[in-house]
C-alpha cells in the first residue's frame, strides 16, 4: 500500500467514485515518481523529468471492465479497486520495466511496469506524460497474473 492513510483513503473514494460515475474526467494524484533512472534505461532522458503518478478516471472505466471481476481472462487475477492502491508502488520499486508501444490519441509513450506481489504479478500500463506543466506518468491500465 501507499503512505498515508488520509491519501489512501482520497484515493479509494476517487476509485469509487468513478466507478459509479462513468462521467468523471478528474484525476487524482497518487504521489512522487522515483524510478526515473530506472526507466530512463527503457525510454531514454524523458523519464528524468517525470515527478508525479495520477490515476485518471477515463483510465479506471477500462481497467475494471476488462480486468475487475467481470471481465477478467482465465489467465489473469481481477483488479479490484483496493489493488490501486499499489499502483504507485508497482511504478517506484518495479522488478522489470519494457517499453510497451505508444497511445493512439496522442502517440505519447507506454511503458509497462511489472512487481511481484505475494506471488502475484501486478503489471501497470503507464503513459508518460512529458508536457511542459504536467510532467507525469498517468495510471493506464492494471492487471494481476
Known sequence: ?????????KISAFVDQA????????????????????LAAQIGSVANSLRTVVLQASY?????????LGGVRKDRY???PDDLLMALMVLNEADQIE????TRKNGN??????K?????????????????????????NYYKR
Open 19 to 38: 466507478i459509479q460515475d462513468r462521467t468523471i474526467e478528474d484525476k487524482i494524484d497518487l504521489g512522487l515518481f522515483i524510478n526515473q533512472s530506472a
Open 1 to 9: 500500500m501507499i503512505g498515508g492513510g488520509e491519501q489512501e483513503e
Open 60 to 68: 479506471l472505466h477500462h481497467v475494471f471492465d476488462n480486468h475487475g
Open 116 to 140: 511481484e506481489i505475494a506471488g502475484i504479478q501486478h503489471k501497470v500500463i503507464a503513459e508518460v506524460r512529458p508536457g511542459k506543466r504536467n510532467r507525469n506518468l498517468a495510471v493506464y
Open 99 to 102: 517499453f510497451n508501444g505508444t
Open 109 to 114: 509513450l507506454l511503458v509497462k511496469f511489472t
Open 78 to 80: 481481477p483488479v479490484v
